[in-house]
């Protein structure tokens, strides 16, 4: 398994960041106690669990390989669970997991919406479990309240999705029709890459939204989508803007059904099915969340809670919610990101933070 990472990162093998995980936790560890108390677990008794919508999506499938490969590295297995973007079945694989022994229970989760995040939240709190949330949780939702939710971490999505609706801008020479593909409603990073969207409208006035639809994420509904939009708009559409890698790939498929070799498409997750096509230029742009990365940080600093590396009290406040690193892909970069290399230091205790570009407003 490969990280995405940044391609000017210092490269360190997997073994040494596992020696030098294993060390701290051999300090630190020690007998299984009470979750709640930093520190209380030996690094084999850690439970290490990532959560995501369905693993037919390559970004969350590369999400759970990287939290996969971050377990390796501390000699420990990672329970991957999906709960195809149904927040009940999602709720319900939480309460099981938290019915049961959560003392060294490390949680990197994926609510399906804001809204599920507060039970989750309360959840973990209540049964000792260590949480890391991702990409979605209400605004008034403050992680500091909690002592068992160590982090929560996203991207920032009005930064992401005027970058890539700037890039169609100038793919379509600075005018014309274009339709947005958007993704689940109840998220913030499909409200937060929209309003980037429209950030990136005022300052291309002579490019024109004629349509928005949701797709939900989804490849399937984003093929659809695309199909009736193309009938709908015809030779008035020149660009098409997605929230998500996945609904542009679906908007491929239609444009191909359709013959159409006029029409830019910008997504944002760098799958490899996006990099390959912006490759062979079927494709204009998309940005990089290095879902591999997310998949083990988030079990990284857990584990180092958990094992008493990290002391949870010592978290910076800006570090408890927090924007992490990401990357405009382009044919002119592209070649960086297909062919990563690991940089195994993200992972170590006293680097977990080192993507931040610092607070959550």
Not at 40 to 64: H, I, K, M, T
Not at 123 to 136: D, H, R
Not at 200 to 217: G, K, M, R, W, Y
Request: aromatic content about 6%; charged content about 20%.
């Amino acid at each position: 398994m490969k990280f995405t990472s940044r391609p000017t990162a210092v490269v360190l093998g997997l073994t040494l960041a596992a020696a030098a995980l294993a060390g701290c936790s051999e300090e630190a560890g020690g007998g299984s106690a009470s979750g709640s108390e930093a520190g209380a677990c030996a690094p084999e008794d850690v439970v290490l669990v990532g959560q995501v919508r369905n693993e037919s999506n390559p970004y969350e499938a590369a999400w759970l390989d990287g939290g996969d490969a971050f377990a390796e590295q501390v000699g420990l297995t990672q329970d991957r669970l999906t709960y195809d973007g149904d927040s009940t079945r999602q709720q319900e694989q939480i309460s099981q997991l938290l019915a049961g022994d959560t003392e060294c229970l490390v949680m990197n989760i994926l609510p399906n919406g804001d809204s599920d995040t507060p039970p989750i939240v309360e959840g973990a709190q209540e049964a000792g479990a260590y949480l890391v949330t991702q990409w979605n949780k209400p605004a008034d939702l403050n992680v500091a309240d909690y002592d068992q939710w160590l982090s929560h971490i996203t991207y920032n999505g009005v930064e992401s999705g005027k970058q890539i609706g700037d890039a169609l801008a100038e793919a379509i020479g600075g005018s014309g029709g274009i339709v947005a593909l958007q993704g689940i409603l109840d998220t913030g990073a499909a409200k937060d890459r929209f309003a980037g969207l429209e950030e990136s409208l005022a300052a291309n006035p002579d490019v024109e939204l004629l349509d928005d639809q949701t797709a939900n994420f989804s490849r399937d509904e984003a093929l659809a989508v695309t199909k009736t939009l193309l009938t709908k708009h015809g030779d008035e559409l020149k660009g098409i803007w997605a929230a998500n890698d996945d609904m542009a790939l679906g908007a491929l498929a239609a444009l191909e059904q359709a013959g159409r070799t006029d029409v830019a498409v910008v997504g944002i997750d760098a799958v490899p099915d996006a990099l390959t096509a912006i490759e062979d230029g079927t494709m204009t742009a998309t940005v990089s969340s290095d879902g591999p990365w997310q998949g083990g940080i988030g079990l990284a600093i857990g584990y180092c809670v958990a094992t008493g590396e990290l002391a949870a009290e010592d978290i910076a406040d800006e570090d408890r919610a927090w924007f992490a690193e990401q990357f405009l892909i382009t044919s002119d970069n592209v070649g960086d990101f297909t062919s990563p290399e690991v940089d195994a230091a993200d992972f170590e205790c006293d680097n977990v933070f080192s993507r931040s570009q610092g607070a959550i407003s």
